[in-house]
């Protein structure tokens, strides 16, 4: 091997190590424009089954049957955003209509309520909140600065929803435009296994992505039912927030819970602990867990396993790998990369043992 080889191979590696770090440089700057197109591709997957009705048993033409789709998609967009709208009103005038001294009664009462019910002292968490002074840490040169962040933040929100529509649009309207886009990083030979795995990943998940807003949908139904009976203000919106946070596997409950329970609290503050508002809780709780048990022993199995094809205990440790590599983002994103995952594996490395195991019934 003589020096030019030695000197050639160098400059090689320096320029693919360059062109590595370029390509994630842009990628990084690129990096809302990637999450709008994972957006859409989500949109897409689970538009498509809509998309194949309307074309399959209604006869309409592909463009009308996509429009007619996206039009649902923002219908459901805008009822949700309109079940926040009495909460952040209502809110917003319980904050306008503050009376200090009443407050700090209620906290007072309870504070000596809980402590004597359980026979503890008294909570330092309510005496924190008692003895704070909010206004210490008000400034009124943070207003125009407020509303400039929200401002500038609402474009930003309002360019993103139309990137997102107008890239679904043309998913939806060209089911093999991802496919071809992506098969252009194929070597020649392998494009009919990538396009078999792309199929059968796309179809995989839109399944999956139904079968979360079918869950969403029953756990809506079931938190608001909950709800309403034990007379929590703004039942429907606190119901469809708990739903949401069920997305996030095994904490997203904790949290949803725990936002249950704070709502339910402020909405029967300075109510007698001990013979309204405890009772009340426990009963909410209960219910709150037997609403839970439900998801996890009848809607996650029937989800993960007819959509995505996996074992719960594949998914249960797919979850808890993702978790712990990528946080909370790894908990949402695990089941969807764990299928695709699995089914380039199927196509590409099927001669292996624990390839053929796994994927057995895909």
Do not use: C
């Amino acid at each position: 091997m003589n020096s030019k080889t030695i000197a050639y191979g160098i400059l090689r590696a320096v320029a693919i190590i360059i062109g590595v770090l370029g390509l994630l440089w842009f990628l990084y700057k690129i990096q809302s424009v990637l999450i709008y197109i994972a957006f859409a591709a989500v949109i897409s997957l689970m538009g498509r089954p809509l998309v194949l009705f309307l074309k399959k048993k209604l006869k309409f033409n592909n463009t009308i049957a996509v429009v007619f789709t996206l039009i649902i998609t923002i219908s459901l967009f805008l009822s949700i955003f309109s079940l926040f709208v009495p909460i952040v009103i209502e809110q917003g005038q319980l904050i306008g209509g503050i009376d200090v001294n009443s407050i700090s009664d209620d906290l007072d009462r309870l504070n000596q309520e809980v402590s004597d019910y359980f026979n503890i002292e008294k909570l330092s968490l309510i005496e924190l909140v008692k003895k704070t002074d909010l206004m210490q840490f008000f400034d009124l040169k943070v207003i125009p600065e407020a509303i400039n962040s929200f401002l500038s933040g609402f474009g930003a929100v309002l360019i993103g929803l139309f990137s997102i529509l107008f890239i679904s649009f043309f998913l939806l309207k060209d089911s093999y435009l991802l496919e071809n886009s992506l098969l252009a990083f194929a070597k020649q030979e392998d494009e009919t296994k990538f396009m078999q795995a792309f199929t059968k990943i796309k179809d995989l998940l839109s399944r999956y992505f139904v079968g979360l807003l079918l869950q969403v949908v029953i756990l809506f139904t079931l938190y608001t039912i909950l709800l309403l009976v034990f007379g929590v203000n703004n039942a429907i919106a606190v119901a469809l927030i708990a739903a949401i946070f069920n997305l996030i596997p095994y904490i997203g409950p904790l949290f949803g819970g725990v936002f249950v329970l704070i709502l339910a609290i402020t909405s029967n503050l300075g109510l007698d602990f001990q013979m309204v508002m405890l009772p009340k809780l426990t009963y909410i709780l209960i219910g709150y867990l037997a609403i839970q048990l439900i998801d996890n022993f009848i809607n996650q199995p029937l989800i993960f396993g007819t959509s995505v094809k996996s074992h719960p205990l594949e998914i249960f440790l797919a979850i808890l790998i993702f978790g712990l590599l990528f946080g909370i983002g790894g908990l949402i994103v695990a089941v969807p990369f764990y299928t695709a995952i699995k089914v380039i594996a199927k196509e590409f490395l099927s001669e292996y043992k624990i390839v053929k195991t796994l994927t057995k019934d895909l």
